[in-house]
């Protein structure tokens, strides 16, 4: 029953705070939204301790939904430790935005609407993560990329806020697309949509076939590829990443609960679920890993480059989800799950301190418009130390023990995409180190680049948001040294338990325990020395940065441009796609469609009228001809018959 | 030779007949006499002389069997009962509405009412016809007095041009019945129809002869003037417009029924055999005037001209059911001309009651703009008819179509089914534009039609509202007497 509460708890909050908001007033909506959420969030710990540490996995039914011949499809609670990590993760950073929300919207007329969106998107991902079949999983992808383009677009009186979450909704549709048929190839190799039902009769299925074009398509392999498609949508993987810059237009609570910890680790825990079949899919794995490496590295270098602090952190998120994806290439399920894990901590907290930091610079978001307020606001500035230095991978740190895990999986894996996987992560590591101190310098030391009315207005955030802050840097600092042994350590086995599947073989994870020295140690040496380097140019001032920017004009100028993805976008599909779309509304709707149907048949009819009512003369005459032509005409046709039978 | 008794005992048996006839001489002769409000004090004669009539007619019903008399020249059985009804109703009407419009009016002459009891007498013999000479007799009758209606406000200019061209053309079409008529004679030797029918019959067996064929051409096309079917129906829009808005509404309704009635007689009485040979002349004249209806209406300004097109429309669909044939199509046409009366009668009682200062009645549409504020009841009422006459669910309107075409499609005739539920959609288009013209345009400055409480609201108005609304309810009995009326035609 605790998991049945812990998922519908946020549904109740939000059918009660939407449909009665004005009635409850701001205060109450925002009393009520909090309490259940954070109710939530210690059901999904206690579950955390019954169902991952005492090893209870359960499926809760809730209803009876689809039953069609021998399709069923039922609302379900699946419960093992993929779906308790993943809730603790959802519930307790959204209990902290909701939290932080509270602060950081005050000034807003619609709190009371942001609060209830914020309580539906938890739920739709709730309901995501404890889906025991595809449908109900593609319910919660839905959902939650709804109440994501509801929350980008929050501030509707911004019109690229409206384009943003369009922009966002629209990629997704891509990415659906895939997952969608992704569903219907897993249902047409397994007959079913339960999870457990496919995932027991993987192995009798590894070498069926479909038979496409002539080609001999492996069907596992298609269906992986196609579900992964559906991933990258939803986690901003490169090709379909471009929404999730532009989504740092909605308010900066959405960016840490939505951008950076749950919505985009779905296609994470999408692959992470479906671990049995992707096991029996190398090729797809493959795929899997170029795709995560090279979202990582050219995340990573556009972020480098940018000048919104929250796009940096966007970048940087996107890099960080490339890491995962790579993970899971590698067959490192767990060390995936552990970074997503730690990711969701200081990724929040990076996006939670960094609203602070434009809470106190009066919604200023430009990096080159700040510096010199780390004095003013202290405990903010010790936040963003603590995010960095976790996301740097600095020992200690969340970030050291999960990252390390990745890059050393990548390596142990001993193949070329492992390498390959293992090379660009540790260059990104150095980008990541060095942005992250470009990102602290600019914002908080050096001279104050605001204008005078701002500076005098830049002050400690209150206590509902620094509140929040505190608990994810807990988690930031620790997460990492408590939970390395259950998810990647000596007790994985016995925590994961059914809920991850590798091949024997294939556990790189136990191989990157016994990788040599230097490859455990590179990622450190290059992320303190990405510190180094950075805290040289930009601790000098800006000049050496200009400079630096200057010698390598074309490179930077592909970096700062985001590697004219958009632009590429806006020419190949946007449009032909618009021109197309024009050509059929102009031509083919409102010419032939509405000129040849309603309303040309309606101006033929006026016509016809016109002519009809031009016949009636008023002449006796002309009246009692046409009486004659009607008598001849029967007549006649009457003979015509006669004569022709 | 029929004896002196035989004589009497028709008399008495056609009693209802000869009322009507002695009622509306007696009115008449009372009527000079009367020096003060004889239009009002008629009209009441007129009416109770209707319904004694109608009482009587009723009576009759109940002897059973259909019964034929002086000499097989009048037939007396549930078809004739069933459309004498329905005569009736319409005369009526007729009557309230006159008592509207021209009571108080320099031209309210109580004759009108003289005529119309003059009309009805002429209708009831059409509808009982069994021969020839009676049928003529009879629509003569009855044209005589419509010609004279349609002429009765002499003072106007339109009101008399509207009867001149009724009477010229009508004579036209009277003198092609009777060349139809004597055509008919010369190739079977008889003007009864059943020796028609019986000859027809022995003749189907080895050839029918041009001749006869031609003959029946000519009757219909004489006919089809009455009920004004396409391409014969060129007189109605300047009738309805010139002619008095009470005789319009006169016309819209009685005689159209006797026509139909008189058609009936002659299609299925006399010429049942030939169905498959006049049936394509029914099918062409009837799609002409559910086209013609559809479309000529929907340019039109004058509210009347607009209804007349709309009534042509209705008579096209009235005849589908004949050109179907067969119990069930008569069965069809009788429901959809029964529902047609009442809509008709409820649409002019509302129309009448719209009226400004000088007591005129409203005959542009956008006399009508903003209705529904200055009143709401007629308004909505109006609205209520006019959507039942587009055929929208679940109003009497929609019945009376449903039955045509359920019988066209039972005939096997989808293309026609779809042809007529086309112009059945277009022909929405004008009853829709009155309706948003009531509700949604706003009346112009000089604009004073007002609607005050009247006797035709009241006793017209209110019933033919609630026939229509109600109709889903009860639709049963209307449809058995229907069938029953269908089935004594043969």
Known sequence: MLGLYAVFLPLATFAITFLFGGFLGNRMVQFVTCAGLIASAVLSCLLFHDVALLGNTSVEPVMIWITSGNFNADWAVRLDTLSVVM????????????LYSVGYMSHDKARARFMSYLSLFTFAMLMLVTADNLIQLFFGWEGVGLASYLLIGFWNHKHSANRAAMKAFIVNRVGDLGLALGIFTLFMIFGSVQFDTIFASVAQFKHETFEFWGYEIHALTLACLLLFIGACGKSAQLGLHTWLPDAMEGPTPVSALIHAATMVTAGIFLVARFSPVYEYAPFALEVVTYIGALTAIVAATIGMTQFDIKRVIAYSTMSQLGYMFFALGVSAYGAA????????????????????????????????????????????????WIGSLALAGIPLFAGYFSKDMVLEAAWADQSAHGNLAYWLGVTAAFITAFYSWRLIIMTFHGKPRADEKTMAHVHESPFVMTLPLFVLAIGACGAGYVFYELFVGHDRALFWADALFVLTGNDTVEAAHHVPMWVKKTPLVVAVSGIVIATLIYGTGGKFAGFVS??????????FNKYYIDELYHGVFQKPLIALGRLFTKWGDQKMINGLGPDGIAKISQCGSQILSKIQTGFVYH??????????????????????V | MMDMTTIITDLYMARADVFLACAALILLAVGVCLKTRAFHRIAIGGVTALVLTLIMTLQQDNSGDSITLFGDMLVYDRFGVFMKVLVSIGAISAIFMGVRDLGDHVIGKFEYVILILLATLGMNIMISSNNMLSLYMGLELQSL??????AFNRNSLTSSEAGLKYFILGALSSGMLLFGIS??????????FPLIADIVLIEQTDMVSMGMLVGLVFILVGLAFKISAVPFHMWTPDVYQGAPSSVTAFFAMAPKMAAMALMARVLFSAFGELHSDWAQIIFAISLASMALGAFAGLVQKNLYRLLAYSSIGHMGYALLGYFVGGFTGVTATLVYLSIYLVMTAGTFAMILSVRNKDNVAATNLNEFAGLSKKSPVVAYGLAIMLFSMAGIPPLAGFFGKLYIFKAVLDGGYYTLAVLGVCASVVASYYYLKLIKIMFFDQPSAHDDYVVAPSRLLRWVGVPSVLFVVTFIFYPDWLVYEATQAALSLR
């Not at chain 2, 007095?145 to 349609?150: D, E, K, Q, S």
């Open chain 1, 550 to 559: 200057r010698l390598l004009k074309p490179i930077h100028a592909l970096f």
């Open chain 1, 337 to 384: 799950m552990f970074h997503l894990m730690t990711h969701a901590f200081f990724k929040a907290l990076l996006f939670l301190g960094a609203g602070s930091v434009i809470h106190a610079m009066s919604n200023e978001q430009d990096m080159r418009k700040m510096g010199g307020i780390w004095k003013k606001i202290p405990f903010t500035y010790a936040m963003m």
């Open chain 1, 623 to 644: 009246y009692a001809f046409m009486m004659m032509v009607g008598l001849i005409a029967i007549i006649s046709w009457i003979f015509y018959q006669m004569v022709m």
């Open chain 1, 87 to 98: 809730m603790c993760v959802i519930t307790i950073v959204s209990a902290c935005v909701h």
């Open chain 2, 145 to 150: 007095a419509l010609y004279i209606l349609a």
């Open chain 2, 183 to 192: 055509l008919i004679y010369g190739y079977t030797g008889t003007t009864s």
